[in-house]
């Protein structure tokens, strides 16, 4: 045997399948973590579960004594269908005459709002957030497109992490995509829309999967052609909160998968808390003074 990289490993060193150790398999149950073959896998929203974690005892989403908390439970997304209605009400509300909610909510990193707005308004930093319930009204497939991948992948990830954790994923990731667009984009970048907290939807999930074993070829392909449409000449794509959201979004997604154990939840919590507040010292660095 060979110390070379690549080097395929000896019977005796590949992991096996705790209920039958004669079958090689480096599948892990994603939330007891033990190596399962593929009878033995029951397929999860996200990876797959051995047959201890899905007998009657467990069900619900009930861990049991050896797994992480890992939410897996039937109970509807609230969070997901409330953050839609949200998008979908200030969309609505834009396109009533007199309100101006676009320039009203729009994220600009610097002064110029340009032809959409007052030139010279003040650095104010909530639009950070505002943008992300906010799109272009004059493409409608924008927010179609948005909340689609929302609808898909927003039920999984919140009946997976639980409500609080994807709300905070949700709103570090949007608010990492506008520190994208502070830090890569031109000056007078006006930008709006929900991509960036999408994107990092997309960035957790991906993070997930791969430390719980499932297969993320697919989901790779998705995410590259969405970045590279961004960089395409005479699209109007902001790739800097794309970029922006799916960085955060991968770092909240870590850090969940991460520190699953109970013990570790004042962990992970803190590690939570402080990125979201090196994304305010970034937004604070990097932006023009208060007037």
Request: hydrophobic share 45%; with cysteine; aromatic share 10%.
């Amino acid at each position: 045997m060979t110390d070379e990289v690549g080097a395929a490993a000896s019977p005796a060193e590949a992991p096996t399948c705790y209920r039958h150790p004669d079958r090689v398999s480096y599948i892990r149950c994603q939330r007891c973590e033990r190596h399962i073959c593929v009878p033995c896998q029951s397929q999860a929203p996200v990876g797959v579960l051995c047959p201890e974690c899905v007998s009657p005892r467990n069900a619900g989403g009930q861990p049991g004594p050896w797994a992480p908390p890992v939410r897996l439970g039937s109970d509807a997304p609230v969070v997901t269908y409330t953050l839609i209605g949200l998008n979908v009400l200030v969309y609505l509300l834009q396109w009533i005459p007199g309100l101006n909610l676009t320039n009203a909510f729009a994220y600009a990193p610097f002064y110029s709002f340009g032809e959409y707005g007052a030139v010279g308004a003040p650095y104010e930093p909530w639009r950070m957030l505002t943008s992300v319930f906010t799109h272009s009204t004059g493409f409608v497939f924008h927010i179609l497109l948005n909340m689609y991948t929302l609808w898909i992948f927003g039920q999984i990830l919140e009946r997976m992490l639980g409500r609080g954790r994807f709300l905070a994923l949700y709103l570090i990731s949007g608010i990492a995509g506008s520190v994208g667009v502070m830090f890569w984009a031109e000056h007078d970048t006006f930008v709006v829309g929900a991509s960036g907290a999408i994107f990092g939807l997309l960035g957790a999930f991906l993070v997930i999967q791969r430390k719980l074993g499932g297969d993320t070829s697919q989901l790779l392909i998705l995410v590259a052609i969405n970045l590279v449409i961004g960089f395409l000449p005479g699209m109007s794509v902001a790739w800097q909160a794309h970029l922006g959201g799916l960085i955060g979004g991968a770092l909240v997604g870590l850090t969940y998968v991460q520190t699953r154990q109970r013990s570790q939840r004042s962990l992970q919590i803190g590690i939570i808390s402080l990125i979201a507040l090196a994304l305010v010292v970034l937004s604070l660095s990097h932006a023009p003074a208060f007037v």
